[in-house]
T-cell receptor
Framework: KQEVTQIPAALSVPEGENLVLNCSFT??????LQWFRQDPGKGLTSLLL?????REQTSGRLNASLDKSSGRSTLYIAASQPGDSATYLC??????????FGKGTKLSVKP | SQTIHQWPATLVQPVGSPLSLECTVE??????LYWYRQAAGRGLQLLFY??????ISSEVPQNLSASRPQDRQFILSSKKLLLSDSGFYLC??????????????FGPGTRLTVL
């Protein structure tokens, strides 16, 4: 059974810092991996999707990497801003297209 | 462009009462549709998914059910709510095109509190 773990559970950094969020999964047979952002009480916003054949994806200040063989992904956020404060969720896609989520990392960027 | 709607946004219901949450998608045809639940302190869990009208797959046993009466409408129901049904319910869609799973797009969610 696929399990997704995210470390750390919470992170607080000063504005301007570069930071890394970690995600690991137990079964390397995935179709893709996605990173989402969730603001309090709101739905999810898809940030980046990495296909199983890819190593990384970039969007603006965000860069996500995927190492399928070791079951790891990282989300790198450059020059963090207070507006980046949110919970970041990692999810892998199973054989039916369903997503298996980690519990998230709650990020707080202090001005 | 595609949009996904959920209602109601918040709901407070007594134990034993029925439930109906609705999700609709605009701007796309034949989407895959999903219901997720996020319980307090836990990650998101897939409840149901649908690849077409009348086709529902359940991921976990529970007292909830789902229906897809129209191509772009997905309904989550219960005949009698339990306290453990409280949580944040998210509906999502993906393109459903051949070639493998695609990005899923999520609705704004429904916050359900069962008292």
């Amino acid at each position: 059974k696929q399990e997704v773990t995210q470390i750390p559970a919470a992170l607080s950094v000063p504005e301007g810092e570069n930071l890394v969020l970690n995600c690991s999964f137990t079964d390397s047979a995935i179709y893709n991996l996605q990173w989402f952002r969730q603001d309090p009480g709101k739905g999810l916003t898809s940030l980046l999707l990495i296909q199983s054949s890819q190593r990384e994806q970039t969007s603006g200040r965000l860069n996500a990497s995927l190492d399928k063989s070791s079951g790891r992904s990282t989300l790198y956020i450059a020059a963090s801003q207070p507006g980046d404060s949110a919970t970041y969720l990692c999810a892998v896609t199973g054989s039916q297209g369903n997503l298996i989520f980690g519990k998230g990392t709650k990020l707080s960027v202090k001005p | 462009s595609q949009t996904i709607h959920q209602w109601p946004a918040t709901l407070v219901q007594p134990v034993g009462s029925p439930l109906s949450l609705e999700c609709t998608v605009e701007g796309t045809s034949n989407p895959n549709l999903y219901w997720y639940r996020q319980a307090a302190g836990r990650g998101l869990q897939l409840l149901f998914y649908s690849v077409g009208i009348g086709q529902i797959s359940s991921e976990v046993p529970q007292n909830l059910s789902a229906s897809r009466p129209q191509d772009r409408q997905f309904i989550l129901s219960s005949k009698k709510l339990l306290l453990s049904d409280s949580g944040f319910y998210l509906c999502a869609w993906s393109s459903g095109l051949a070639g493998g799973p695609d990005t899923q797009y999520f609705g704004p969610g429904t916050r359900l509190t069962v008292l």
